[in-house]
């Protein structure tokens, strides 16, 4: 069999990554010969799980142990899309920072989708993910891959716990709505409002940045 050139390799690469920078290795029927043919080459490097793989170059080494999380994002949109389509998104924590613009890897991430099974992932370096089997509530929406929560529905969540550990992003992502009014039209339209409590915590964090209006509509809106 003759070696294969580096052409040969640059376009194994292009067809099974399609612009992904992780693959799984299992199942890969369709590029199967180009899968054998980058593996046999050295350029899949086994990262996050048994059967995953990140395509490197060989002007570019990867090193999972210190690279990791320039790959994070990526095996997290490849691995929940491959285990439930279109029917996952993350935590309220994860989207809240996602809208204040933060990609910081999570340790600790929890995916809701009701195709879960209440299973924690151990990613090695990267930490885990818990797989949180919960129907997803309102269409999340789609950013650089991610299925994150709408800003609306991440703030008015169930839990206290993300005004404790993302207060900065609650406040970003609150500072960011152009017509803070509009939180108050989305509690009247939910079929199931959030709690009191809840709702209590994004009218308070409205009234400390100053939108003293934004925060009476959702006091009114919770009155009704």
């Not at 046999?40 to 086994?46: D, E, R, T, Y």
Request: a neutral charge; one cysteine or more.
């Amino acid at each position: 069999m003759r070696p294969f050139t580096p052409e040969h390799l640059a376009l194994a690469a292009s067809r099974i990554a399609q612009d992904a920078l992780v693959v799984r290795g299992a199942g890969q029927s369709k590029t199967l010969v180009e899968f054998r043919k980058l593996k046999s080459a050295g350029h899949l490097v086994p990262a996050f799980l048994r059967h995953w793989y990140i395509v490197a170059g060989s002007d570019q080494p990867v090193d999972v142990e210190r690279d990791w999380p320039a790959y994070y994002w990526e095996f997290i949109h490849v691995y929940c899309q491959h285990r439930f389509g279109d029917e996952w998104c993350l935590s309220p924590e994860a989207s809240l920072a996602w809208g204040a613009e933060d990609r910081s890897p999570s340790m600790d991430l929890t995916i809701r989708s009701p195709k879960a099974n209440n299973q924690r992932v151990d990613l090695g370096p990267a930490g885990s993910l818990f797989l949180l089997r919960t129907s997803i509530g309102e269409a999340p929406v789609r950013r650089e891959g991610q299925l994150i929560m709408t800003r609306e529905a991440a703030l008015l969540s169930p839990g206290a716990e993300k005004w404790v550990e993302r207060a900065v992003d609650c406040v970003s992502v609150l500072g960011s709505f152009k017509d803070g009014n509009g939180l108050g039209r989305r509690i009247r339209s939910l079929l199931n409002p959030p709690r009191t409590n809840d709702a209590s915590r994004v009218a308070g964090a409205l009234a400390y940045l100053g939108k003293h209006a934004e925060a009476e509509a959702v006091e009114d809106a919770l009155a009704d």
